[in-house]
């Protein structure tokens, strides 16, 4: 996180939250009682074995079938799709084996890679929240973009059949 801290928190709070050896642990920590209650993941992207960046499942209800996608990337890994990739993992991964029918993605208006990720996911653009994340001092509108099973499962066809 110290890395990118400032790249990471122009747009989200977790650099603001993981700032510190207790505070990362706390945060891992809280991520491994998700994985345990089967609420959420979290999982790293790794280059070179360096940690440069990690992709999430925030929430996950498997009753209700939905879920929140995210993610985290310092600034050296950015531009090369590995965002991309490890969602896409993590959406099919929640897709395929736990049942999730609805996964969410939200991302500030301004933070232009995020949305590209959403729409390189296939995901549609349901709406802005204005102003509805408070975030360093101001509030920042939120873009909500989601993807259900059918459309997921309906891409990964075509991309496999070349259609």
Same mark, same amino acid.
């Given at each position: ?23 990362? /642990? ?13 609420? @959420? ?7 070179? $074995? ?14 209700? @079938? ?32 736990? $049942? ?21 996911? $296939? ?12 975030? /360093? @001092? ?14 997921? /499962? ?7 059949? $070349?259609?």
């Amino acid at each position: 996180m110290d890395r990118g801290r400032e790249y990471i928190g122009r747009h989200i709070g977790l650099p603001d939250i993981v700032t510190d050896l207790d505070s990362a /642990r706390s945060f891992l920590r809280s991520y491994a009682e998700k994985a345990a209650n089967d609420a @959420g993941r979290i999982l790293g992207i790794w280059t070179g $074995g360096t940690l440069v960046g990690g992709v999430m499942l925030r929430t996950m209800d498997v009753t209700y @079938g939905t879920a929140e996608a995210g993610c985290w990337l310092e600034p050296s890994a950015a531009g090369k799709g590995l965002v991309t990739r490890a969602c896409r993992i993590i959406v099919d991964w929640a897709v395929e084996e736990r $049942g999730i029918h609805r996964v969410e993605w939200y991302a500030s208006t301004e933070n232009r890679s995020s949305v590209a990720v959403a729409r390189r996911l $296939g995901m549609t653009r349901e709406g802005v929240l204005r102003e509805n994340y408070p975030h /360093r @001092g101001s509030r920042a509108d939120t873009e909500l973009w989601s993807v259900l099973a059918p459309e997921w /499962r309906a891409a990964k066809e075509k991309e496999r059949t $070349g259609e």
